[in-house]
C-alpha cells in the first residue's frame, strides 16, 4: 500500500462526536459486510436498517474515553471500516481489552484497512489505554485466523461448534490473543 492509499483513522471516544452522516456510514457499513456474508456481529443476511440501526445506537452509547473506542478508516472521505475496542470497567480484568466488529466495507477491501485499522487500535490499546493485552473471538472456517496472525495474534482455544450458521453449517468460534501490545 502506497503512502497516498493510507487510510485516515480516527478514533470516538463520545457518541456526541458521532455526526448523523457518520452514524449512517456505519450503519451502512454494516449492512453491506453482513450481507457479503462477512463475519460481524450479524450471523443470518440479509439484515437491513430496521436490524442494525438499534444495534450500532446501541453501541455508539457505550462509548467512553476508560471504556469504549471506535476507531474508523476513510478512504477519499469514505467510510472504508471500522472496529471497536472495549475495556472491562472491573479491575480484575482491566488490564486487557476486547476488540469487536472489525469491518472493511465489502467494496473497499484488499486495500489495507484492516489491518491499518488493527494496528491503530493495538497503538491505542497500549499507549493511551495502558492495557496489556487484547482478545478477541472470531468465527472459524472464513480465514481470520490467518489474517490477525500476520498481525501477531494468536489462537489461544476454541469453542467447537458454538456458531450454527444453518443446519449444515456449524463452526468454531476461535479465541485470539494479543500479549504483549
Known sequence: MTDESMPDLAQITDAQAVTPELRRQLIDCWIAVTNSAGAAGF????????D??????KLL??????????ITARLDDVLAGWVVL???PFQLVGHWGTVNHLQTH???RSRGVGSALMRQLRKIARDELELEQLHLAARGGEGLEDFYSRLGWREVGRWPGALRLAPDDTRDEVLMLLDPL
Open 61 to 70: 452509547g457505550r462509548l467512553h474515553p476508560q471504556h469504549s473506542r471506535l
Open 52 to 57: 442494525v440501526a438499534p444495534v450500532t445506537d
Open 43 to 50: 450471523p443470518f443476511p440479509p439484515v437491513q436498517d430496521d
Open 106 to 108: 465489502p467494496e473497499l
Open 86 to 88: 472495549n475495556r472491562d
